[in-house]
């Protein structure tokens, strides 16, 4: 039986803790046409990787973060996350991250593979891993590879049948894609609601990240911080340490 995030806060099963930090990326490139504000450029991911390890931070992946939460260990530790499964993160990003020794979570749409961005009516079209892409960065240190669903729609708009083809199926044909277990979920735009949240954790997931959650904050619906091109060393910091004030407490993170 599903449980919702409410029930577990209500019977008091596991203290409230603060959630993790974890950082929410898009694409690595060009900047120059970005309406939405989702891409980084190399330059910028450079020096924001390079401003966590010079106050001591380290960028993993999500499955390693919550791991050494689990342990108490997670101090200096930050989430990265990548979502959409821009072919950039291949050839851009990744050499970034091994460049700084982090490592991150990629959130692909199997659905689409080797596609574009379709879902986004405004700027350029930016094109998508396909499966080897996804097979490269799923082979590669540090790096987790995780499900968006398959064609990036807004679930909590979906009926039963499109819900479970984007959470269930998306989870099946990922794991035999990349011949690995799949843990983690992104709610693409970051739109949930209670009935999404119990079908990703009857998928089998043994997380999923959202944006801004409120009351639903928790390991299925953890709150994540947009990071953009201009997020400099100044307003890293205060979004660093301003993060505990802004978040809810997570029920059972553990």
């Known amino acids: 039986m599903s449980v919702s995030a409410d029930s577990i806060r209500r019977t008091g099963t596991h203290s409230p803790e603060t959630p993790p930090w974890i950082a929410m990326y898009h694409s ?42 689990a342990r108490g260990a997670a101090h200096g530790l930050v989430g990265l996350t990548f979502d959409d499964g821009y072919a950039d993160f291949v050839e851009t990003a990744l050499p970034l991250l091994r460049r700084h020794d982090c490592g991150a979570t990629l959130f692909v749409l199997p659905g ?18 396909d499966k080897q892409g996804i097979r490269l960065a799923a082979a590669s240190e540090g790096i987790e590879v995780g499900s968006h669903g398959l064609t990036h729609v807004d679930l909590t708009r979906a009926d039963d049948a499109l819900l ?48 801004d959650p409120g009351p639903l904050t928790g ?33 059972g993170l553990r």
């Open 112 to 129: 689409r593979l080797g596609g574009d961005n379709a879902w986004d009516p405004l700027g350029p079209r930016k094109p998508l891993l």
């Open 219 to 251: 390991r299925h619906a953890l709150p994540r911080l947009h990071i953009g091109e201009n997020d400099n060393a100044v307003r890293l910091l205060l979004k660093y340490r301003l993060h505990r004030l802004r978040r809810r407490p997570v029920a």
């Open 28 to 69: 690595v490139g060009d900047c120059s046409d970005d309406p939405y504000r989702i891409t980084v450029s190399p330059h910028r991911l450079d020096r924001q990787l390079g401003w966590l390890r010079r106050r001591g931070l380290r960028g993993v992946s999500m499955t390693d973060l919550l791991a050494a939460h």
């Open 164 to 211: 479970h083809a984007e959470v269930a199926e998306s989870r099946a044909v990922l794991s035999e894609l990349t011949g690995a277990p799949v843990d983690g979920f992104c709610y693409p735009y970051g739109t949930v609601d209670g009935r999404v949240v119990d079908a990703v954790r009857a998928a089998g997931y043994g997380y999923a990240c959202a944006i």
